[in-house]
T-cell receptor
Framework: AQTVTQSQPEMSVQEAETVTLSCTYD???????LFWYKQPPSRQMILVIR??????QNATENRFSVNFQKAAKSFSLKISDSQLGDAAMYFC??????????????FGTGTLLAVQP | DGGITQSPKYLFRKEGQNVTLSCEQN?????MYWYRQDPGQGLRLIYY???????QKGDIAEGYSVSREKKESFPLTVTSAQKNPTAFYLC???????????FGPGTRLTVT
């Protein structure tokens, strides 16, 4: 069964610094999608970034970028120039490929990021 | 503004009562999902629907029911058979041909 593991329950970063959140996953599939979602104190889940497994190039969205290592089944999120508004719970998610008939997302348990002023 | 709305934000019920959580989207998305979130855990899938009048059980469907009579709406009923209903419930939707899901603001259900 596919699983997603986030081994860092909590992280802290100084404002303007860079932080990397870790995520590993287990799958036997070769084609899939990976996502990072942010859940601020309002608790609304916000899509931060996505990565297609067939793409070698790491995805980037402004200050957010990923380090996708397919062979190692690793998908870390790097936040550059951290801002106070980045403080949130971050969830890594894996999407079952088409054929599973659900496009279901499998979530990790989350990493709580604190940003220190 | 396009988006997903869930109401109410907070809901309180007595044990033994059924309760229905609302989820509406005006994104013209075909697929809709219900997730449950408990402290220290990620989201777990309750039910999903890929088209109107069709829905499937997710990983933790016991004690829940849904309907999908309209494309825009996917209400979730938490029945008295659900043993631990107190949780945060999130609704999501996905556009056809897209891979990412977009979430509503959630409903916090407390059953005492």
């Amino acid at each position: 069964a596919q699983t997603v593991t986030q081994s860092q329950p909590e992280m802290s970063v100084q404002e303007a610094e860079t932080v990397t959140l870790s995520c590993t996953y287990d799958t036997s599939e070769s084609d899939y999608y990976l996502f990072w979602y942010k859940q601020p104190p309002s608790r609304q889940m916000i899509l931060v970034i996505r990565q297609e497994a067939y793409k070698q190039q790491n995805a980037t969205e402004n200050r957010f970028s990923v380090n996708f290592q397919k062979a190692a089944k690793s998908f870390s999120l790097k936040i550059s120039d951290s801002q106070l508004g980045d403080a949130a719970m971050y969830f890594c998610a894996y999407r079952i490929p088409q054929g599973g008939a659900t496009n279901k997302l499998i979530f990790g348990t989350g990493t709580l990021l604190a940003v220190q002023p | 503004d396009g988006g997903i709305t869930q109401s109410p934000k907070y809901l309180f019920r007595k044990e033994g009562q059924n309760v229905t959580l609302s989820c509406e989207q005006n994104l013209n998305h075909d697929a809709m999902y219900w997730y449950r979130q408990d402290p220290g855990q990620g989201l777990r899938l309750i039910y999903y629907s890929q088209i109107v009048n069709d829905f499937q059980k997710g990983d933790i469907a016991e004690g829940y029911s849904v309907s999908r009579e309209k494309k825009e709406s996917f209400p979730l009923t938490v029945t008295s058979a659900q043993k631990n209903p107190t949780a945060f419930y999130l609704c999501a939707s996905r556009g056809r041909g897209r891979y990412e899901q977009y979430f509503g603001p959630g409903t916090r259900l407390t059953v005492t």
